[in-house]
Nanobody
Framework: QVQLVESGGGLVQAGGSLRLSCAAS????????MNWYRQAPGNLRELVAS???????TYAHSVKGRFTISRDNAKNTVYLQMNSLKPEDTAVYYCNTKNWGPVAGWSDYWGQGTQVTVSS
């Protein structure tokens, strides 16, 4: 059973830093692209960053140069280092992956989310 468990959110002042972690289980972690999404109140969920199986990186324009996604395949964990945080980064952050199963085929899996609040 695929499980994604985020941690590391919290309250931080503008300009501060946080590191989010997502511990994964139930699939071959090294075979999967891993993503971080976020959703602010009243907004659609948006892709923040992705890391490929060979560590190719993709970032949303709004976070490029401030956020860094990384993975540790030995620990089945993906990270999101967030620096120079802004109030507009306030959102619930979700870990995501797409995984193939013999019954459902390709499916999206999500963690429970972790709240990040940036005060001005």
């Amino acid at each position: 059973q695929v499980q994604l468990v985020e941690s590391g959110g919290g309250l931080v002042q503008a300009g501060g830093s946080l590191r989010l972690s997502c511990a994964a289980s139930g699939f071959i972690f090294s075979n999967n692209v891993m993503n971080w999404y976020r959703q602010a109140p009243g907004n659609l969920r948006e892709l923040v960053a992705s890391i490929g199986t060979r560590s190719s990186l993709t970032y949303a324009h709004s976070v490029k140069g401030r956020f860094t996604i990384s993975r540790d395949n030995a620990k089945n964990t993906v990270y999101l280092q967030m620096n120079s945080l802004k109030p507009e980064d306030t959102a619930v952050y979700y870990c995501n992956t797409k995984n193939w199963g013999p019954v459902a085929g390709w499916s999206d899996y999500w963690g429970q989310g972790t709240q990040v609040t940036v005060s001005s």
